[in-house]
């Protein structure tokens, strides 16, 4: 089972989106309508709303009458707060019970308004974001769902900002174009993305990397680092220890392979064990527990991990979980900001991988092209160190 969060400013075209999904096989699980259930006629959670807010919030029918409603909440931080208590436990549970019947291979979409609003987005394996400009959006909403403009923009303002909602999306589907040209976008996400990452989830395959090329330095790969790492953090709970984007796409201006390698401290590896299914199920599936990690300096101790990957076809990720203060971990973060203050150090490194997917950047194994830069890495990590020692770096200090 996969769960991807759908979510994007009013009128950005989600419940299109969702109405796709579904049609291709998704099982829609629309917070919306279950938040209108939850206090729909003869349901506890109507009685707590007239306990609380008093029954002039109903209708002549003794329904919920949600523009009276409004009224009360409008501009009062409390009585939101009150209400949204009433509301979220009841959405969530029957999310959970919902989800928890979908068979085991469904690819489950939540559509929630306020993913981003509500910081769920890491908690989801995949996010999916519809993105129309403001202007467009209120065109829609008042020539199709006969909202009035003041209504639309003043929705608009109380939501996140475009920003916010691209810093939260895995995947960011641009609705500027036809009804038809966003349907043809969402068939090929759930070809060619969804339904294989449904699959390597549920059989905890990790995605396999390609021949390793370099591609050209990427601005999206420091966002996709932060969101990332978030979705790590989530999963590991509160046996992680910070998780850092390492690697050559967390320095800037550096050609590097288009993956993310992230790093999740841990206290012990019994920790990283602990967690194992945990993050496999958040999308990051277990690949192997590796003893001597690459690059050690010669003759020094057994530097261990473990090791996952990502069941996400459209993302490559590394996660390297080690235990906080051990010299792989203190390496990892040594040599990223060493790369990332020296540009000599960056030169000399993009030259050894030149030369390295020169030789091997046909090999479908990496293995060769991590081989070829391992004696420039012997030789360089002293010159980290002493680095470090010049002004007392420390893993803490970046
Ligand atoms: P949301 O669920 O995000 O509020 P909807 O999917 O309901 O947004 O879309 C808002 C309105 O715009 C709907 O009436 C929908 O039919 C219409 N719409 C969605 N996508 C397009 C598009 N690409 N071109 C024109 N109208 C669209």
Do not use: C
């Not at 629309?30 to 209708?59: C, K, M, P, Q, Y």
């Not at 973060?333 to 030169?347: G, I, M, S, T, Y």
């Amino acid at each position: 089972m996969l769960r991807i969060g759908l979510t994007g400013g009013i009128g950005s075209g989600k419940t299109t989106v969702a109405r796709r999904l579904v049609e291709r096989g998704a099982l829609l699980v629309d917070s919306d309508v279950l938040a209108r259930e939850a206090v729909a006629l003869g349901t506890d959670g109507l009685t707590e709303i007239v306990d609380t807010f008093g029954d002039g919030v109903l209708d002549a029918d003794g329904a919920l009458d949600r523009a009276a409603l409004a009224g009360v909440v409008f501009g009062d931080a409390e009585a939101r707060g009150k209400l949204n208590a009433i509301v979220h436990p009841r959405v969530r549970r029957r999310s959970d019970e919902l989800i928890a019947a979908a068979p085991a291979d469904a690819v489950v979409v939540q559509d929630v308004p306020l993913l981003v609003e509500g910081g769920m987005a890491p908690y989801f394996p995949l996010v999916v974001v519809v993105h129309a400009d403001a202007e467009e959006r209120v065109r829609r909403l008042v020539e199709q769902r006969g909202m009035p403009e003041t209504d639309a923009r003043a929705r608009i303002a109380a939501q996140a900002g475009d920003g916010a909602r691209r810093a939260a999306a895995d995947v960011w589907l641009d609705n500027a174009g036809s009804p038809g040209d966003l349907e043809a976008t969402v068939d090929e996400l759930w070809e060619r993305r969804l339904v294989p990452f449904e699959a390597n989830l549920r059989e905890r395959r990790a995605v396999k990397g390609g021949p390793p090329r370099l591609a050209d330095p990427n601005t999206q790969w420091s966002a996709d680092g932060v969101r990332l790492a978030a979705r790590v953090a989530a999963a590991a709970g509160f046996r992680g220890r910070g998780v850092e984007h390492i690697g050559s796409t967390s320095v800037p201006d550096l050609p590097a392979k288009d993956v993310i390698d992230l790093q999740l401290g841990v206290e012990s590896l019994a920790d990283a064990d602990a967690i194992r299914d945990a993050l496999q199920d958040a999308g990051f599936p277990w690949r192997a527990d590796i003893d001597h990690d690459n690059p050690k300096p010669p003759g020094s101790a057994p530097w261990p991990k473990r090791y996952h990957g990502t069941a996400d076809p459209g993302r490559p990720v590394h996660l390297h979980v080690r235990e906080v203060g051990s010299p792989g971990w203190r390496y990892a973060l040594l040599f990223r900001d060493w790369l990332r203050a020296v540009p000599e150090a960056r030169e000399e490194y993009l030259a050894v991988k030149r030369k390295a997917e020169s030789l091997y950047g046909d090999d479908p194994d990496a293995a060769r092209y991590v081989e070829v830069k391992e004696p420039w890495f012997d030789e360089a990590l002293p010159r980290a160190d002493a680095w470090a020692a010049s002004f007392a770096w420390s893993p803490s200090l970046h």
